[in-house]
Every structure is written in C-alpha cells, then in structure tokens.
C-alpha cells in the first residue's frame, strides 16, 4: 500500500525522466506514451483551432454573393488549406495519436507501446509533416490551390507549392503507419495476465482494427504523392493526358487510401462511443463480438468501395454496379455498431454526462451522414448530386459529426483521468448544445443548396442560392462559439483545480483502476483480467482486474 500511495502523489507529470532529463528536454526526448499523448493532443488542438478559423472565414466569404473578404484565388487556397489541416493534421491522428497513444497500453496492462522510440519518432514526424504545410504557405506562389484532394492535371501544371503540400502529406503518412505498426505490435505483444483476444477493451479493439488500415492503405497514398512530385519535376506524364498520361489512374490511386482513410478516422470514434455508452447506461454492452466483428468488417470492406467516389469519371456499368453493391454492404457493420449502442441503453440507467451527450449527437450526426452516404452510394441519385454542396455537408456530417465529436467526447470522458482534474459541468453542457445546433444548423442549408443544384467549392454563386448560403454563416459562428466555451472550459480546469477521483464515472476497465493522473510506470504490480471488461455487476467484487506484485512480471525483464 505504501508504493500505491507513493505512485498517487507522484503522478507522470512530476516524476523525474527515466533518463534523468529535467524540464523540457524530459517532454522533447520523452518515450513515455502518456506524455506524447499528451505532446499530440496540445498540436492538434492547435491545429483544429486553425482550421475551424480557415472555415469560418469561408463561410463568412459565401454568406453574401460576389466577393466580400477575400479574392477567388485566396478562396481556392484557404479551402485547400482548410482541408490539409483538418483531414492530415486533427481527423486522421486525433483520437489514435492522442488517446490511443495514453489508453491502449493502460487498457490492456502495459507499461507502455511495444515500441516507444518508434512512438517519438512518429510525433517528430507528425510536427515535421505540419511544418512542411506551414512553409508552403510561405515560399513561392503559395499554398495549393488544388482542393485537399489535389486532383491532376491541375496539380501537376498549377505554379503554386503542390510539392510542398504533397511532401508534407507524405511525412504525416509515415507517422500515421509508424503509429499502426506499434498499435498492432503492442496489442499482440503485450496484453497482460488473463485478457484474451474477446477481454480486450472495444476502443482498443477500434484502434487494432484502424492500425491495420493505416499500415496497408497509406503506402498507397504515399506513392502516390511521389509519383505527382516525380511528374512535376521530371514532366514523365503519369497523369497528365497532355503527355500522355492517365488522370483516372491518379484518382483510383487516391481514393485506394482516401476512402479507407473514412474508416481511419470514424472507426476510433466508434471505439470511444463503444466506452461511454455502458458506462453511462450502467450496463455491459450489447452485443461485443458483435462490436468487435463489425469493426473488422468495416475495416476489410471500407478499402474495397473507393471507385464509389468516380462514378461521374467515366468508369464501366459493371464498375459502377459493383461498388455500387460494396457501399451498401459496408453499411451493414455501421448499423450493427449503433443497433448494439441503442441496446445497451434500452432499460439502463442512464447517467446524462457531457461525454455521453456528445456520444448521442455522434450518433445522430454519424447517422445521418451515413444515410446520405447511401443516398451517393446509388449511382443515379450520385450523378445528381455530384460536386454538389450536398456531398459538402455528407461528408462533414461524417467526418466532423462523426469523428470531431467523438474527439470531443473522448476528452470529456477521460480528461479526468488524463489530468486527475474536473471540469464544470454546467458549461461543458452548454458548450455542447451549442455546438451541436451551431453543426446542424450550418451543414442542413448545404444539404439543401446541393439538392437545389449548387456546385461546391464555388467561390461565387447565384442569387437563388443566397439565402441558404446566409443561414449556413450563422451555424459556422455557434460552432466556433461552442467549441471555443468548450475548450476555454477544460482548461480553466488547470485554474479552478478541482480535483478528480480516480474513478468518477464508475468505469471497468483497466485505466480507471489506477491513480489520476496515472503514474510514470502505469501498475504498480501485473494486472490480471479475471472479469469481462464491461461487467458491472462485478464492481468492487474479487472478479474485477487485480494487481500482482511487480517481481512477477516477466516482461519487466
């Protein structure tokens, strides 16, 4: 009892670099997962914050027709810009970089990643890759005016810095296989004493299931990335039909990363839903092999239906009607996660928190984003709508809705843990509320300005569309609204210093079992799983996870 109260008062924050390294060189040269973590989550919410203020200035742009605050070609390069940031630098790494990076090993009885150098490297490179966007910015022509997605030919024959962004675009790549080779390896290697493969914690669980999708599918963005640096330097004509080239193969190439990348970013959302649900409901989860075996699925089959993005291109029928019938199959897995969420709080007793009510706006948001997925899935309806705004508002009703909520959710839920502090409830409520009616109310206009035909990534528009365009302004304003209270909030935790308890929400698994904030080494002694992880019957009991003594760890040696 004396090393536990010690490991209490001395959390990873105060206690001394294993090194010996003191001050900032302890965070910068750290290996300890938990202070990366926490080096990723200061960086992205940074990044968010730009690319929240890049969008608002857009909207603000398009809420009244001709120009307003800035010129066509500084539209097309904030838009480029807004994109970067918010898919390669706060949706993609967000929630594995920073709770996986704190969680997954404490979640399954590790002291830390398989591979914790590998794991710094890859926050370098994260920095590193962020950096190279920011330079962009500065040197030449400017940032890309190309769209996120860089399409060719005009990525290869515009003079602005598409060399730079694309470079940048690689870097972050690296991080991201980096960051899923050492999920995978961690998770195989070093699961402690009784937690088989149907013990392990859902997030962890959604976290395996991405790293596979990180490690397979980014290469191919990656070379391809190289292959557009290669044709703007060497003019080989890989994609440029003037020399030659293909644009369709640029496009097959692309969305082979970029449609997994979807499940990438949604799947750990859902792993975090998948946390707060029971805890909250005061009941295990519905359906867990159920759970576990659709975020497989969703993995395996959301790399099989990229061409659904190219059904407009000039692909074959057969194509068309074969990813067509991919689309909606991948759909099945996606509802069984949110028939076994609605479940599980069917006859629980429900505990309304600031996490579990983000949780519920990610699942009406991701919800309806998945529906009008469908909708784009049918090709009929998807030549319609097609580089319209309804495909704009589809994919942040996804994206955004789906995993920029669950980000938010998952720091609500663990940033006790995470700092042993609490925030105030009664503004992280309003913060919450106001963001999600600010969301809707800005991206509901666009679903309907894409149905009345409105092209996105316009700069301009015609006076039918105006009044749309004007509501959507004012969404755009609560969203930031919301979320600069919500963040205000959290950290004026640091201020008001309102402790936590190491436990507040009554949580089963394995990081509520240990001080808040946890310690350097996060056990004291060998956890040993001998209960289900989402049993709450057993709390408190001699089922729930016990702690051997250090010396009979064998993976200390």
Request: glycine residues 8%; aromatic residues 16%; proline residues 6%.
């Amino acid at each position: 009892m004396d090393a536990i109260g010690m490991v209490k008062r001395q959390s990873f924050y105060e206690t001394p670099s294993p090194a010996g390294l003191k001050g900032i060189w302890a965070w910068l040269l750290t290996r300890d997962h938990k202070r990366l973590a926490l080096m990723y989550l200061w960086a992205i919410m940074l990044w968010l914050c730009i690319a929240l203020l890049i969008g608002l200035s857009l909207r603000i742009e398009l809420m009244w027709p001709g120009g307003t605050i800035m010129k066509a070609e500084t539209y097309n390069a904030m838009f480029t810009l807004h994109g970067v940031i918010m898919i390669f630098l706060f949706v993609i790494p967000a929630i594995p970089a920073v709770f996986g990076n704190f969680f997954l090993p404490i979640q399954i009885g590790a002291d830390d990643v398989f591979f914790p150098r590998l794991n710094l490297m890859s926050w370098y490179l994260f920095m590193f890759g962020g950096g190279f966007a920011i330079i962009s910015l500065f040197s030449g022509k400017g940032f890309p005016d190309t769209g996120w997605t860089f399409y060719v030919p005009f990525s290869v024959t515009t003079k602005t810095n598409v060399s730079l962004t694309v470079t940048a675009a690689f870097i972050l790549g690296m991080s991201s296989m980096l960051t899923g080779l050492n999920f995978i390896t961690t998770v195989h290697r070093m699961r402690t004493k009784g937690m088989g493969w149907m013990q392990i914690p859902l997030f962890t669980w959604s976290l395996y299931a991405t790293a596979w999708v990180q490690l397979l599918a980014t290469p191919v963005i990656s070379i391809t990335f190289v292959l557009v640096i290669l044709e703007r330097f060497l003019r080989i004509g890989l994609f440029d039909p003037a020399k030659g080239g293909d644009p369709l193969l640029y496009q097959h190439l692309f969305w082979m990363y970029s449609h997994p990348a979807v499940y990438i970013m949604v799947l750990p959302g859902m792993g975090v839903v998948s946390e707060i649900i029971p805890i909250f409901s005061r009941k295990s989860i519905f359906g867990y092999k159920a759970i576990v075996y659709s975020s497989l699925a969703i993995a395996i089959a959301g790399s099989l239906v990229w061409a659904h993005h190219m059904f407009t291109s000039g692909i074959s029928d057969v194509s068309i009607f074969v990813f067509s019938l991919l689309t909606y199959l991948v759909a099945i897995p996606s509802a069984v996660k949110v028939f076994s969420w609605v479940s599980t709080m069917y006859k629980g007793s429900i505990q309304m928190t600031p996490p579990l009510l983000l949780a519920l706006a990610f699942i009406y948001l991701f919800s309806v984003g998945g529906l009008t997925g469908l909708l784009l899935g049918a090709a009929g309806t998807n030549v319609y709508v097609h580089d319209t705004q309804f495909v704009v508002s589809h994919f942040h009703f996804t994206m955004f809705g789906g995993t920029g909520f669950a980000f938010f959710a998952a720091l609500h839920f663990w940033w006790p843990k995470m700092f042993g502090l609490m925030y105030n409830m009664k503004r992280a409520y309003i913060a919450v509320i106001l963001t999600t009616i600010g969301f809707i109310f800005h991206f509901i206009p666009m679903m309907i300005l894409g149905l009345m035909g409105m092209p996105r990534r316009y700069f301009d528009y015609l006076p039918q569309y105006a009044t749309g365009n004007f509501l959507a302004g004012f969404g755009g304003f609560m969203i930031i609204a919301g979320v600069g209270l919500m963040f205000t909030n959290l950290l004026l935790s640091f201020r008001e210093k309102n402790l936590a308890a190491d436990d507040p929400w009554g949580g089963t698994t394995l990081e509520w079992s240990i001080p808040s904030p946890p310690p350097l080494h996060n056990f004291v002694g060998v956890p040993e799983v001998k209960s289900f992880p989402y049993d709450f019957s057993m709390v408190g009991k001699d089922a729930a996870p016990t702690i051997q003594t250090r010396e009979t760890d064998e993976r200390t040696s």
